[in-house]
């Protein structure tokens, strides 16, 4: 079941250009040929969709009627997301949501953090069910603050779309990280464009349970998510559900995906799935992005091996 939820909405504004953030795009891209049929002429700036091919969503995720599209030189297997036409009131960059109510979001194995445990910035893959890359996210912080602060680090996301746009902007401040002191808990404000606040997610203290609360730009209360009360698993998903505020309805959750079984003993490499409904409100989409990235960070971020050691 659905639950109503308050969308959030901000006047239209010109999408504005943004570096690229180091991330250029698919490697040899250099445009796109005329527009598929069937769709309307995208606004400038974004390139147009290419020729598509019937697609199939990942086991346990059921496919979207999206094209699939692959840009000129882009390695076999990687398509991206077509841009749709935005909609009124929707930050540039977010129109990719709209379409959507899944995203499977891939972290990249670093090697040089696998062979000496140097810890390096982190890299995803941000994807629909039919396995179209839509973002780009990177990690943007300095060497001593990852090595030092360990999972607990602030931290800067930038996540960029096809272009090497940066179109959404995640900042998590240090806060406190044990579960004994119910204040300075662990929050995330999530910006699109880059400077602009839509949302928040904020820890809710709780002596057992992992519980967040989701937040539009101007801090009222929209959504919920609970966690397990024991956060780990053996050869299965982890879920955390995205509930109503008055904890009535189940809307979506967001999922730790089992990654196998050397992946999860060796690194700290994770998938995850999130769902929510396809009417939510693009700006909360985002958020939960935001959520899931604080989510991963504060409870998966260190690899089996150091947490048997009791470091975490």
């Not at 179109?167 to 204040?183: A, G, K, M, Q, Y």
């Not at 602009?196 to 992992?210: A, E, K, M, N, S």
């Not at 998966?300 to 975490?312: A, I, K, Y």
Request: aromatic share 10%; proline share 12%; glycine share 8%.
């Amino acid at each position: 079941m659905k639950a109503p939820y308050p969308g959030t909405h901000s006047p239209a504004q010109n999408p504005p250009e943004y570096p690229s953030a180091g991330f250029s795009g698919p490697p040899g891209y250099t445009g796109h040929p005329a527009p598929q049929a069937g769709y309307p002429i995208p606004p400038a700036g974004y390139p147009a969709p290419q020729a598509s091919y019937p697609g199939v969503g990942p086991v346990g995720f059921p496919g979207q009627h999206q094209p699939v599209s692959h840009q000129s030189g882009a390695p076999a297997g990687i398509p991206w997301m077509p841009a749709p036409p935005p909609p009124a009131n929707c930050p540039p960059g977010l129109e990719y949501l709209t379409q959507i109510d899944q995203l499977l979001i891939h972290q990249q194995i670093e090697l040089l953090e696998v062979l000496t445990g140097f810890e390096t910035n982190n890299k995803y893959e941000i994807k629909n069910s039919l396995g179209q890359r839509i973002y780009f996210a990177a990690e943007d912080t300095d060497c001593c603050t990852r090595n030092c602060c360990g999972p607990s680090r602030p931290f800067t996301m930038r996540i960029l779309d096809n272009m090497g746009r940066e179109v959404i902007t995640l900042e998590r401040p240090l806060r406190c990280t044990s579960c004994c002191f119910p204040c300075c808990l662990q929050e995330i404000e999530i910006q699109a464009p880059p400077g602009i606040p839509v949302g928040y997610v904020t820890q809710t203290w709780h002596p057992c349970l992992p519980r967040f609360t989701v937040q539009n730009e101007r801090r009222e209360d929209v959504l919920k998510i609970t966690g397990p009360c024991v956060v780990c698993s053996c050869c299965a998903d982890i879920d955390f559900e995205i509930k109503s505020l008055d904890d009535k309805y189940v809307v979506g959750k967001i999922s730790k995906q089992w990654s196998g079984l050397v992946r999860e003993m060796f690194t700290d490499v994770d998938n995850f799935g999130i769902q929510f409904p396809l009417d939510l409100d693009v700006k909360m989409k985002a958020v939960m992005l935001g959520a899931c990235f604080l989510i991963d960070f504060m409870f998966f971020e260190m690899t089996r091996g150091e947490q048997r050691s009791g470091v975490w």
